[in-house]
């Protein structure tokens, strides 16, 4: 059984920073894209990082210059660095998992951890 579980969310203020994982029981954990989305209130669920096998890394506009996704596959584990945070960027995260390339649309990912939230007081 597949699960991906995630961990680090909290309440910090802004321009603080959080780091979350993500633990993954794939079995082949260096053969997935992983990614990371967020989902606010009342929007959609958007893309924010995601990182190939071989550690080729893609961020969304929004995550440029202020996140940094990473991956240790020998723990199965992709993490999200997130400083410094803004007020805009409270939200529910959840990693996920797709085999293949780089996407950014939510839809086509195959595994979907339960998600972990960051609040940003402003």
């Known amino acids: 059984q597949v699960q991906l579980v995630e961990s680090g969310g909290g309440l910090v203020q802004a321009g603080g920073s959080l780091r979350l994982s993500c633990a993954a029981s794939?079995?082949?954990?260096?053969?997935?894209?992983m990614g990371w989305f967020r989902q606010a209130p009342g929007k959609e669920r958007e893309f924010v990082a995601g990182?190939?096998?071989?550690?080729?890394?893609y961020y969304a506009d929004s995550a440029k210059g202020r996140f940094t996704i990473s991956r240790d596959n020998a723990k199965n584990t992709v993490y999200l660095q997130m400083n410094p945070l803004k007020p805009e960027d409270t939200a529910v995260y959840s990693c996920?998992?797709?085999?293949?390339?780089?996407?950014?649309?939510?839809?086509?990912?195959?595994?979907w951890g339960q998600g972990t939230q960051v609040t940003v007081s402003s």
């Open positions: 990182i190939s096998w071989s550690g080729g890394t």
């Open positions: 996920a998992a797709r085999s293949g390339y780089y996407r950014p649309k939510w839809d086509e990912y195959a595994y």
């Open positions: 794939l079995r082949s954990f260096s053969n997935y894209f």
